[in-house]
């Protein structure tokens, strides 16, 4: 199957890192499904991808994060691409300060959870069977390395919320080690953002989106979490391959 015969749904493609994403994968040929809850995003998204991949990529206005919208979607996108062959899923939120955990309320950590593990759980429930069956076809979790520590002081909250990812991932990893579809984790542990606003160590999301497109393209490793935490990271792991 070639890349043009592929389509990805990109759960989380209007995002920061999912909209990086979304380019290289057009950029490969790939068509290219993007939902978002707002559709002024979804108008950024698509004067951001190159102007001659435009007509690869779909864009639908919904919520991937409830079981209804996500079902809806199911639906509405199955009608305009006819299948998916590929889901990425970078759903959340690109950073979260809010103070110690003593400052906090139960409502600021629902938020937290909800956009963390919740949206990416229920939006895999509804399109993990599209995909699981099939060798051909590729299921990817883009997570944060700020589930393993407290990154700096008030960051608490995204510490809960990025480690509920991680472990859901694992717990599908284990749960789920014989399924057909190649299963992986890009766990990224330092910043992401354009190259306007790109800090020391961080990654382009330009430059990600490459990665995360090749290891698309590959199909070659399933149950696998690659782990990258700087530039240098995603060059090597580029270079040999890994990614
Ligand atoms: N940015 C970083 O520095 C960084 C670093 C390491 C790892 N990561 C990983 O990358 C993920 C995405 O980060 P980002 O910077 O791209 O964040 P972002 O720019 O805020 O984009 C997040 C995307 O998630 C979607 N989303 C959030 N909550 C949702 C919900 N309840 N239901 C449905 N969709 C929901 C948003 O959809 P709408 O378009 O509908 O709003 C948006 O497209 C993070 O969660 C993290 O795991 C990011």
């Keep these: 199957m070639s890349n043009g015969d592929r389509v990805v749904l990109a759960l989380g493609g209007a995002g920061t890192v999912g909209s990086g994403i979304v380019k290289a994968l057009l950029d490969r040929g790939f068509k290219v499904a993007v939902v978002s809850r707002d559709s002024s995003r979804l108008e950024r998204l698509k004067a951001f991808v190159s102007p001659s991949t435009k007509g690869s990529l779909t864009t639908l206005v919904g919520n991937v994060g409830s079981e209804e919208g996500a079902e809806q979607v199911k639906q509405a996108l199955l009608r305009s691409v006819g299948k998916v062959t590929d889901v990425v899923s970078s759903l959340g939120f690109s950073w979260w300060q809010g103070g110690p955990p003593h400052t906090q309320t139960l409502k600021e950590l629902n938020w937290v959870i909800e956009t963390l593990l919740l949206s990416t759980f229920v939006s895999w429930k509804a399109f993990f069977p599209l995909v699981r069956d099939d060798p051909n076809c590729t299921y990817t979790f883009i997570t944060g390395g700020a589930g393993e520590k407290l990154l700096m002081p008030g960051t608490g909250f995204l510490t809960v919320g990025a480690a509920s990812a991680l472990a859901f991932c694992q717990v599908l990893r284990e749960e789920y080690p014989e399924v057909p579809c190649k299963l992986n984790q890009?766990?990224?542990?330092?910043?992401?953002?354009?190259?306007?606003?790109?800090?020391?160590?961080?990654?382009?999301?330009?430059?990600l989106g490459e990665a995360v497109a090749a290891l698309v393209e590959r199909r070659s490793s399933s149950h696998t979490t690659f782990a990258?935490?700087?530039?240098?990271?995603l060059k090597t792991a580029m270079l040999e391959g890994n990614l």
């Design 186 to 207: 890009v766990k990224i542990n330092t910043g992401v953002a354009t190259p306007e606003r790109l800090a020391p160590g961080y990654l382009s999301h330009l430059d």
């Design 228 to 233: 990258i935490s700087s530039p240098a990271d």
